[in-house]
Nanobody, 116 residues
Framework: EVQLVESGGGLVQPGGSLRLSCAAS????????MTWVRQAPGKGLEWVSDMKPSDTATYADSVKGRFAISRDNAKNTLYLQMNSLKSEDTAMYYCAKVGTIGYDFWGQGTQVTVSS
């Protein structure tokens, strides 16, 4: 059974940092691209970043230069280091496994709130 469990969210002041984790199980983690997607209150899903098995990373323009995605294949864990956080980064953050067509498995999400 595929499971994705996010953690690391919380309340942080503008300009602060957080590191999100996504613990994966039930599939051969190192063989799959993984992604982070977020949903702000009252808005739709927004793609944030993804990382291919080759460790090639891509980012949305809104987070480029502030966020860094990484993966530890030995720990079956995906990370998202978020720096210089802004109020507009407030959202529920989800990790997802990239399947043959789209994202085939999602975690339950972790809430990030950026507020003074």
């Amino acid at each position: 059974e595929v499971q994705l469990v996010e953690s690391g969210g919380g309340l942080v002041q503008p300009g602060g940092s957080l590191r999100l984790s996504c613990a994966a199980s039930g599939f051969f983690f190192s063989s799959y691209a993984m992604t982070w997607v977020r949903q702000a209150p009252g808005k739709g899903l927004e793609w944030v970043s993804d990382m291919k098995p080759s460790d090639t990373a891509t980012y949305a323009d809104s987070v480029k230069g502030r966020f860094a995605i990484s993966r530890d294949n030995a720990k079956n864990t995906l990370y998202l280091q978020m720096n210089s956080l802004k109020s507009e980064d407030t959202a529920m953050y989800y990790c997802a496994k990239v399947g043959t067509i789209g994202y085939d498995f999602w975690g339950q999400g972790t809430q990030v709130t950026v507020s003074s």
